[in-house]
């Protein structure tokens, strides 16, 4: 069984970078299970229906983002484990600036669904890129993360 689970989960990966990279958002809503917890730098503690409402957000502020995937690993083990790397390039919103950001993701699994999803991005050189020259001065400080987790926390609020 432990090579099907391994498979199941791996698929599971790629199934939501696949619908991702289309825009697919109700297939991406299929990975997730009701108990998913996500973070990332940005968006630290989200959980359930708030994960798709923050893709269903992001995603339409960014009609030219493009998603490419690489490296998925996952566990043989039933409550198992997994990884991927993801590539976003877009056009930041809030200043026109290109933005293209390397992400590292990792996933716990439960009845073969996400159950925990944290991405990890190098947080000063996103906001370099996303909003210039404050983010090259302030990008490494707690202050400006901070401002820019008010900001989408705003922005993803309902």
Known sequence: M??????THRA????????????????????YHPEIHFSDPVFPDLHGGQVMHMWRTLSGR???????YRDVVATESAEG??????????????????????????FRFRDG???????????WRWSRQALGTPGLLLGWSPYLRSKVRA??????AH
């Open 2 to 7: 432990g090579e099907d689970v391994r498979v």
């Open 12 to 31: 599971t990966i790629e199934k939501f970078y696949t619908a991702f990279a289309a825009r697919d958002l109700d297939t991406m809503a299929t990975c």
């Open 81 to 106: 484990t997994g990884s991927a790397h993801w590539t976003a390039r877009y056009v930041f919103s809030g200043t026109g600036r290109p933005v293209v950001n390397e992400i590292d993701a990792s």
């Open 62 to 68: 960014s009609a030219d983002m493009a998603i490419v």
């Open 113 to 123: 669904l996400f159950v925990r999803h944290v991405d990890s991005f190098d947080f």
């Open 151 to 156: 900001q989408s926390a705003k922005l993803i």
